[in-house]
C-alpha cells in the first residue's frame, strides 16, 4: 500500500480510514446491491477488506477480525452491501410503477379467486395476443392470414368452420397452406431454388404464377373457377347488412377475402356468414389445386420443372 494510507509514515488512521471508505469502498461495492454475490466472491471482498484495514491500522494479518472492526468502528463489508441493497429495494417500491409496490398493494388488499383468475387470464392473453399480431406482421407469407380470433378467443375460422364429413376435412390442408404463404406455387419455386426456376405459370403460361394469379386470374382455371365465384357473390347479395361491423356492403370478391373471410368481420352473428364462405372458398381452392396437379402431371418433366 502506498505511503499516503499506511498507519507508519502516512496520514493518521482516522483519516486514512475516512479517505478508504469514502474513495475505494463505493468502487469496491459498485452494483453489488444489484447484481448480489455469492458466498465464495463475499468472502473474497471480506478478506480484501480486512486485509486493508489492518494495514491502514498497522495491525498484524493474525488479529482478530473483531478486534479491527471494533477498533475501526466499522461492520463487516458484507454489512454494507447488505444496506445498499435494502436501500435499492426501498427506493423500488416507492416507485408507483414498480412491481414490487403492486405486489404489496395486493396483500394489503387481496383479490377473490375468482378475481384473481380473471386478471391473471386476462393479462397473459392480451400479452401473447399483442406478440402473436406484432410477429404476424414480421411474415409476408402471411399477409393474408387474420388474427381477429385471438380477440375472441376462438379457433380460426377457416378451422371452426369445418365440419365432420372426411371429404370437407381432406379440403381443408389446401386452403390452410393458401391461407399460410406454403402452397408451392412456381414463383415460390423461383424465390427459394438455388437454380434459375422460371416463375411464370406452367398452366397459362402468361404470368407469374402467385397467389392471386392461381385463386382469380389463371386463365386456364377459369372453368372451374366461375362456378364458386358466382356461388359466392350469389351468397353475398342474398344476406343482410350487419348493423355491428356494416359486413357484406362492401365486399370485394378478392384474393384476401377468399383467404381469409374473418378480416372483415366482427364477433357477432357474421361468424355464421364467415362459416358458409370459408365452406364455399374451401371447396374452390381445393377444385383449384386437383386441376392444377392433374395439368401439371400431363407435362413433360422438364416442364413440371418450370426450368
Not at 475501526?72 to 441493497?85: E, M, N, R
Amino acid at each position: 500500500m502506498g505511503a499516503g494510507l499506511h498507519g507508519k509514515n502516512g496520514l493518521n488512521p482516522t483519516t486514512s480510514l475516512h479517505i478508504f471508505h469514502t474513495y475505494v469502498l463505493p468502487v469496491l461495492t459498485y452494483g453489488l446491491e444489484i447484481l448480489l454475490p455469492d458466498k465464495k466472491q463475499l468472502d473474497n471482498i471480506e478478506v480484501f477488506y480486512r486485509k486493508s484495514l489492518k494495514q491502514i491500522l498497522s495491525m498484524p494479518t493474525n488479529t482478530a477480525d473483531v478486534a479491527i472492526y471494533t477498533l475501526a468502528g466499522v461492520i463487516p463489508i458484507i454489512g454494507t452491501i447488505h444496506k445498499s441493497a435494502l436501500n435499492t429495494f426501498n427506493k423500488i417500491c416507492n416507485m408507483d410503477s414498480s412491481v414490487e409496490k403492486d405486489l404489496a398493494d395486493i396483500l394489503d388488499n387481496p383479490y377473490s379467486k375468482e378475481r384473481w383468475k380473471s386478471i391473471v387470464k386476462k393479462a397473459v392473453d392480451n400479452y401473447y395476443r399483442a406478440q402473436t399480431t406484432s410477429s404476424a406482421r414480421l411474415y409476408s407469407s402471411l399477409r393474408f392470414l387474420s388474427t381477429n380470433n385471438l380477440l375472441w378467443n376462438r379457433p380460426h375460422p377457416s378451422l371452426a368452420s369445418v365440419n365432420t364429413s372426411s371429404q370437407d376435412i381432406s379440403r381443408l390442408p389446401t386452403k390452410l397452406k393458401l391461407l399460410t404463404g406454403t402452397y408451392y406455387l412456381q414463383s415460390n419455386k423461383a424465390a427459394f431454388n438455388q437454380n434459375t426456376v422460371d416463375p411464370t405459370c406452367l398452366l397459362c403460361k402468361g404470368k407469374p404464377e402467385t397467389i392471386d394469379h392461381f385463386l382469380m386470374e389463371c386463365p386456364a382455371l377459369h372453368e372451374i373457377r366461375s362456378p364458386y365465384l358466382q356461388e359466392l357473390d350469389n351468397f353475398i347479395g342474398s344476406i343482410d347488412v350487419c348493423m355491428k361491423c356494416s359486413i357484406h356492403s362492401n365486399i370485394t370478391l378478392d384474393t384476401n377475402f377468399i383467404l381469409d373471410p374473418s378480416s372483415f368481420i366482427c364477433a357477432c352473428g357474421c361468424m355464421d356468414f364467415c362459416y358458409t364462405v370459408e365452406y364455399i372458398t374451401r371447396k374452390l381452392c381445393f377444385a383449384l389445386h386437383g386441376l392444377r396437379s392433374r395439368i401439371i402431371k400431363n407435362l413433360p418433366p422438364s416442364k413440371r420443372k418450370g426450368l
